[in-house]
């Protein structure tokens, strides 16, 4: 059963959705729903790992980082 939802959102907001819906072409109420079904669901999220992600996936893993102090370091010694 769908039930109809009225929204109170800023004109620039809905004119800027509505033209991301056209272009993808799907319906502002399709995008919606996608969007709430998305960040109500309980699982992973539904997205696949790219190549390029899954091949840097663990690189820095034995890079001998100690972890954030390492980075303030370097971070202090670049800009200090």
């Not at 399709?30 to 969007?35: D, H, T």
């Not at 992973?44 to 390029?52: A, F, G, R, S, V």
């Given at each position: ?25 799907k319906?502002?109420s ?6 709430f ?42 800009h200090?």
């Open positions: 059963m769908q039930t109809k939802l009225t929204l109170r959102l800023d004109d620039r907001l809905i004119a800027r959705a509505k033209d991301h819906a056209r272009d993808t072409g319906s502002l399709q995008i919606v729903a996608e969007y079904s998305a960040i109500t669901s309980r699982g992973q999220p539904d997205c696949t790992q790219t190549p390029t992600v899954a091949g840097l996936r663990g690189v820095l893993k034995d890079a001998g980082l100690a972890g954030l102090s390492d980075y303030h370091a370097h971070l202090e010694d670049k200090l």
